[in-house]
């Protein structure tokens, strides 16, 4: 028999206090309209303030809250890991504490995941027709419009928003998926990984809104440096083959502008821009030749994230006759 809630919305806290009662209240309301069960998992991310007490006390009156964490701020990323470990959902959805998205656009996740059988995740995106913005600061909203436009190139997928919590998964998918980023970007990984897989998402129109209550969490520079690395990482053909391809291509223009010049007489042998072109047709082959092997890496790691996933739900497959067994129940059957 399953028993498990229809949808559990995982939520990372650090600092809410001023927001913890009010996010659980509005997405509470928004999920009781829909008749079926859910569970708030929210996962205390090392907070400084009472914010820990708070959803001890909103925990113990309210049985579909679910309270999970860790004494010291490890990151979002450590955050929505633990929140996926503790969620029991068919489907799991996750929100940022503060409501940057309202929780009635979890309703739109689920039903294009119910609309669409074939899609493993759907993804809450403002910058997709359909969607938009509300009272976001200009230049968080500039960094975040031209951080997702860069992504777009470097990341699978064709997919206008990487970066963005607001997100839901088939929960069978994302517990199975071994993940390891402690930061933001997890979010990232996720796509990468789940990608990787063979697991197909869809994108659904979202608003993104500016925080009301409380202070921001957002840091530019360490955000930007984590995500354009992590892009770097999956994608380095896209750096070193490019670079190398465009070094080539002027490599050939200088060749061709030298050999014209030769033909009509001019000599060649002295010329700095000769020099320049050996140089950048060496340089840009070694670095093709760097984005070819990277490739094979990639894909090879591509391969050990399958096998790593095949052993995790071995795993979490065992784990789940043993407790039945404990508990006198029936084996679950496989999914």
Known sequence: MNNRPYVSVVVPVFNESENIASTVQAIEEVMSKTGKSFEIVLVNDGSTDDTPARIAAIAAEDERVKAVGYPVNAGRGKALRTGFDAASGEFVASIDADLSYHPSSILDLLAALEAHPEADFAIGSPYMAGGGTENVPPLRLLISKMGNYVLRGMMPGNFRTFTGIFRCYRGDMVRGLVLCSDSKEIHLEILTKAIA?????VEVPATLRGRKKGKSKFRFRKTATHHLMYAMHERPVAIF???????????????IYMLVLSASGEPVGNRPLLLLGVFLGLFG???VSIGFVSLQNVMLRNEIYKIATQNRRISQKLESIEKASKAGADVPADD
């Not at 897989?197 to 998402?201: D, I, Q």
């Not at 490019?242 to 050939?252: D, F, K, P, Q, Y």
């Open 197 to 201: 897989l063979g697991y197909k998402g």
């Open 241 to 255: 083959g490019l670079a190398g391809l465009a070094m080539l291509a002027v490599s050939i223009g200088l060749a």
């Open 285 to 287: 082959a070694v670095m």
